[in-house]
């Protein structure tokens, strides 16, 4: 007679490993007795149970690894991620954005599995998928700092190294990921762009003389960081000539005057696609090629545009031993007096030549420091006024207190930020603690900083909502898609109030009484298809003719769904106003009704037909 405790142990095994056998199956086949238990908490068999399950998430395909823990983790964390958006959408509803207190049960969710935050990271990636906009948008906010998280521990280990172990490449890389964190920027990729243009430049060099000692150069190129040139000064010159002629006629590489503000000039991975820059990312990526040809191009403090310098003649007395390169303007030389005609084009103040400390050149620290501020800087100069331009200079403020935590105006900056939004109050405190009392000449400004926050910070959060009842005055309702009469922009109704309740002073910058019915009218809470959130009085908004999706980024906000006529609320929306979504249905079928009769075609006359 046939006994089940006779079957060879690998047929049990191959039974488990059956692609139809999910995990839950697999665990009620463990509980059936010891024999089965001892087969089914096998790690070889989770782990094809994981892979076959989350195939595309590759980072895990190690063998020792705590493959049923974190298959059992998996299955319940998109639950678990879901009720957390679920708790905070009443926060985020309310305030102007999410503390960052709010994060940490998802750190925390994280930590619990080893590669935790890769795994949450690739689980809300899943779930980003949902149609649900409120979902999506508090992914993108969980993304967001899960990036930075992570982004920060590189940026502790990058920093913590000794100044030769540093490179800009590696600097301007950790930059892009910063301020891109849902975008592939692939250390390998843009490695790989910069030897293929070095090596362009030593093939052209070693075409023009096969005797130059950087032959040596096409065993490997020199990707460490060098502190003295390796070759002679004519044969410097030769290949910094060679990598003019690559980057700026070859690969037409440009100074992207046309478009100077534009955000993308700053990152490396999108000046190496698009081949524009500004000056401190294109002298990054003349500094990181001349490196890889052995010739040292070192950035110098120069004020208004950043220079590189190359030691041309030993014997000269410093700064004129260095001949100066302009890599904004296809890499021209100059020399110390001419560096005068860069101060001119830029209308620099002084009649005097800058300071020679200015000619001295400056770590890979300094130079990141230089692209943070040139990034705010730049954001200051955005013609748009919205969310976006807020969250970026936020970005680049958070991003100098990693890099220089000790910079006194950097923090001040930051926690003005945070006091604006109303959040991470125990972060300002912290900042501006450290200010008092030190020789910043800033310790005013701190101490009424801290005053503010340690206010805020006593009052309790108040999540209620005043819930708002409508009348017969309120003609629009929360989810309509309108067009603004005068501005004619498309933007969708968020919430109203049924009096004008800005400040006076708002009220006269504006205009509102030259408005017929002046402040004594509905004004309506807009997301603008320009991205900006506008206060806009009932007499100039009017039913959008053709209702469409906008690409407000805080739709996710307010509504979950768009049904092609009108944004469907979410559940924080619906508390404060939980009239509106009928509302909107009937008039949106007024509308439609009294449009189609203004249509209608005008009766034939004496019996003619129209043709």
């Not at 920093?159 to 800009?168: A, D």
């Not at 890599?327 to 009649?351: D, I, P």
Request: with cysteine; charged share 25%; net charge negative.
């Amino acid at each position: 007679m046939y006994s089940f405790d006779l079957m060879p142990i690998e047929i049990i095994e191959k039974i488990a490993l059956d692609s139809e056998l999910d995990g839950a199956a697999l665990a009620q086949l463990g509980a059936c007795c010891r024999r089965l238990h001892d087969v089914a908490n096998q790690d070889k068999i989770w782990r094809q149970k994981y892979m076959k399950k989350w195939s595309r998430f590759v980072e895990l395909k190690q063998v020792d690894f705590p493959w049923k823990e974190a298959y059992v983790y998996r299955c319940n964390l998109p639950k678990r991620l879901l009720q957390w958006i679920n708790d905070i959408t009443k926060v985020g509803y309310i305030l102007d954005d999410l503390p960052d207190l709010y994060y940490k049960t998802i750190e925390q969710i994280a930590d619990e599995c080893p590669q935790g935050f890769a795994i949450v990271g690739d689980e809300l990636r899943s779930l980003y998928r949902s149609q649900n906009f409120t979902i999506r948008y508090y992914i993108e906010k969980c993304l967001n700092h899960l990036c930075q998280v992570q982004d920060t521990e590189a940026w502790a280990r990058f920093l913590s190294s000794g100044e030769n172990e540093q490179t800009l490449e590696q600097g301007a890389i950790l930059v892009s990921r910063w301020f891109q964190p849902f975008e592939s920027v692939e250390e390998t990729a843009i490695l790989a762009s910069l030897d293929r243009l070095a090596e362009e430049a030593l093939q052209r060099t070693l075409e023009e003389n096969r005797e130059f000692a950087c032959r040596s150069l096409v065993n490997g190129l020199e990707r460490d960081c060098i502190t003295e040139s390796r070759w002679p000064p004519n044969e410097c010159r030769k290949l910094l000539m060679n990598l003019n002629y690559v980057l700026y006629e070859r690969h037409q590489f440009r100074g992207n005057s046309d478009d100077y503000y534009n955000r993308q000039n700053s990152y490396l991975d999108k000046v190496l696609s698009t081949k524009r820059g500004i000056p401190i990312t294109l002298c990054v990526l003349y500094s990181c090629l001349a490196r890889r040809l052995g010739v040292v191009c070192e950035p110098i403090g120069f004020p208004c545009h950043l220079l590189l310098r190359w030691k041309a003649n030993s014997h000269e007395p410093l700064p004129e031993q260095f001949l100066y390169v302009d890599a904004f303007n296809a890499g021209r030389f100059l020399t110390y007096s001419q560096t005068r005609t860069v101060l001119n084009e830029y209308n620099w103040h002084s009649n005097t030549n800058p300071n020679p400390v200015c000619y001295g050149s400056i770590s890979v620290k300094q130079v990141i420091e230089r692209m943070i501020r040139n990034l705010i800087h730049i954001e200051q100069n955005q013609e748009e006024h919205n969310d976006t331009k807020l969250n970026q200079i936020r970005r680049a403020a958070k991003l100098m207190a990693v890099v220089s935590p000790e910079d006194a105006e950097n923090l001040i900056l930051l926690s003005r930020i945070y006091l604006h939004l109303g959040i991470n109050h125990e972060a300002v405190m912290e900042c501006m603690q450290r200010i008092i009392g030190s020789e910043h000449g800033l310790s005013r400004i701190a101490e009424g900083l801290l005053r503010e926050a340690e206010s805020r910070r006593a009052q309790p959060l108040d999540l209620t909502v005043e819930v708002k009842k409508r009348t017969e005055r309120v003609l629009f309702a929360v989810g309509m898609v309108m067009r603004h009469k005068r501005y004619n922009y498309v933007c969708a109704v968020r919430g109203w109030d049924e009096t004008c309740q800005a400040s006076r002073n708002w009220m006269q910058q504006m205009g509102v009484d030259s408005l017929e019915e002046k402040d004594q009218q509905p004004f309506y809470y807009v997301l603008a298809d320009d991205g900006n959130n506008y206060y806009a009085a009932q007499e100039n908004l009017q039913l959008a003719p053709k209702p469409q999706q906008l690409g407000h980024p805080d739709v996710g906000k307010y509504f979950e769904s768009f049904n092609g006529l009108f944004y469907i609320t979410n559940w924080a929306s619906r508390e404060e106003y939980p009239e509106d979504i009928e509302v909107t249905q009937m008039l949106l079928s007024t509308f439609a009704t009294e449009s189609a009769e203004e249509e209608a075609p005008t009766p034939p006359i004496d019996g003619f037909n129209e043709p």
